[in-house]
Nanobody
Framework: VQLQASGGGLAQPGGSLRLSCSASLSTISSMNVMGWYRQAPGKQRELVADITVTGSTKYADAVKGRFTISRDDAKNSVYLQMNSLKIEDTAVYYC????????????????WGKGTLVTVSS
């Protein structure tokens, strides 16, 4: 398994969850950006947040101020701390890794982990 995600589950509105994703040693050297995408029922997969090897982050407008992405290079891992969860955050969340050029454009192979379901419900 190249990307292993965990941490999904059920949370109440206003609650928190933390997602984790670890990359295999054979994969991490092929990525300079890692992040999280999500796909809600009936919707397209969308970027939630990503972080580069230099620590530069990008967030979807819908999660800014509520979600925080971080990385631990010693553990080849990236995390998504999700606070103030909303019902509309319900989705399958996918860990992703790949390469971006200096302009931020993706190139080469994309790596995906199995999705982890996040359900926000009262």
């Amino acid at each position: 398994v190249q990307l292993q995600a965990s941490g999904g589950g059920l949370a109440q509105p206003g609650g928190s969850l933390r997602l984790s994703c670890s990359a295999s040693l054979s994969t991490i050297s092929s990525m300079n950006v890692m992040g999280w995408y999500r796909q809600a029922p009936g919707k397209q997969r969308e970027l939630v947040a990503d972080i580069t090897v230099t620590g530069s982050t990008k967030y979807a407008d819908a999660v800014k101020g509520r979600f925080t992405i971080s990385r631990d290079d010693a553990k080849n891992s990236v995390y998504l701390q999700m606070n103030s969860l909303k019902i509309e955050d319900t989705a399958v969340y996918y860990c992703n890794g790949g390469m971006i050029d200096p302009h931020g454009s993706r190139f080469g192979m994309d790596y995906w982990g199995k999705g982890t379901l996040v359900t926000v419900s009262s």
